[in-house]
């Protein structure tokens, strides 16, 4: 079975500031990787995915994330934090194997308070 | 602005009445879900929708009934809901269920009073 951890419930930080928001996984089979962000009272929205090829991905808002598949994690990095990316951040994991569902698996979440 | 939109935003019901969350996919996908996010939970995964046909069932309780007439349109049914049902449910798509990417509505916030 899948599952993924994310390793910190809160991360504050500092505007201008870099970030890493952590997120590890286990699973039996290849994966696709992704993390979204939720802004309060809002639904999910895609900030970058991992499917094949460069394991550095670039997402939107200047975040990017690395693929290691030998230490089976996701990490989610921005350089420069703004006051605007105080959200919750989830890391998520689905299985690319021909019985998946395209069901995506998630980890508990990271809250990421900016401080001005 | 999203391509799947969640009605109603808001939802206050009590335990012994009948209601319907709606969920509508505006991008021509084949795959459709329902998910609850729970305060201090991980999102949980309810039901999954291929090409209208119900393709996985996450051990929910028969008080939610989902309904999927076509790829465009998911229903979530409630009824003799409890308190601790209250909770954010999400509706997402993807194109064909191979995993690649979800898109999420904005939710509908219920509450069982």
């Known amino acids: 079975a899948q599952s993924v951890t994310q390793l910190d419930s809160q991360v504050p930080v500092f505007e201008e500031a870099p970030v890493e928001l952590r997120c590890n996984y286990s699973s039996s089979v290849s994966v696709y990787l992704f993390w979204y962000v939720q802004y309060p009272n809002q639904g999910l929205q895609l900030l970058l995915k991992y499917l094949s090829g460069s394991t550095l991905v670039k997402g939107i808002n200047g975040f990017e994330a690395e693929f290691n598949k030998s230490q089976t994690s996701f990490h989610l990095r921005k350089p420069s934090v703004h006051i605007s990316d105080t959200a919750e951040y989830f890391c998520a994991v689905s299985d690319r194997g021909s019985s998946n569902t395209g069901k995506l698996i998630f980890g508990q979440g990271t809250t990421l308070q900016v401080k001005p | 602005e999203t391509g799947v939109t969640q009605t109603p935003r808001h939802l206050v019901m009590g335990m012994t009445n009948k209601k319907s969350l709606k969920c509508e996919q505006h991008?021509?996908?084949?795959?459709m879900y329902w998910y609850k996010q729970s305060a201090k939970k991980p999102l949980e995964l309810m039901f999954v929708y291929n090409f209208k046909e119900q393709t996985e069932n996450n051990s929910v309780p028969s008080r939610f009934s989902p309904e999927c007439p076509n790829s465009s349109h998911l229903f979530l049914h409630l009824h003799t809901l409890q308190p601790e049902d209250s909770a954010l449910y999400l509706c997402?798509?993807?194109?064909?269920?191979?995993?690649?990417?979800?898109?999420f509505g904005q939710g509908t916030r219920l509450t069982v009073v």
């Open positions: 991008l021509g996908h084949n795959a």
């Open positions: 997402a798509s993807s194109q064909d269920g191979q995993g690649t990417e979800a898109f």
